[in-house]
């Protein structure tokens, strides 16, 4: 019979078993996808249309599309509980937020 996942994490060395555990919250921090995004706040659809304004369809209709306006994702991720930021990296010069984009 094979082991659980916290029988092989602890039997990892220390060490080992940290860095794995500092990869898991990185992960969980990067989501593919508004469907992801709405999962990731436990809210449904028919939620999330109510919050819009919009009818499930609508919702469903958002998550699938892979090209966005800035202010649908804006709403979207609002009605989420979210705040959406914009955020560029600049070869030699850091990263910048873009602000004010995607408002209505």
Not at 29 to 51: I, K, N, Y
Not at 78 to 90: P, Q
Request: charged letters at 30%.
């Amino acid at each position: 019979m094979g082991r659980t996942l916290n029988e092989v994490m602890a039997s990892l060395p220390a060490e080992r078993r940290e860095r794995v555990e500092a990869e898991a919250v990185e992960l969980r921090r990067e989501v593919e996808g508004l469907r992801a995004l709405r999962e990731l706040t436990h809210r449904s659809q028919e939620q999330l249309a109510q919050s819009l304004g919009v009818k499930q369809p609508s919702v469903l209709k958002m998550e699938r599309q892979a090209d966005l306006y800035l202010s649908t994702l804006r709403r979207f991720v609002e009605a989420a509980g979210g705040k959406l930021e914009l955020r560029v990296e600049l070869p030699g010069m850091g990263t910048v937020t873009l602000t004010g984009l995607g408002e209505l």
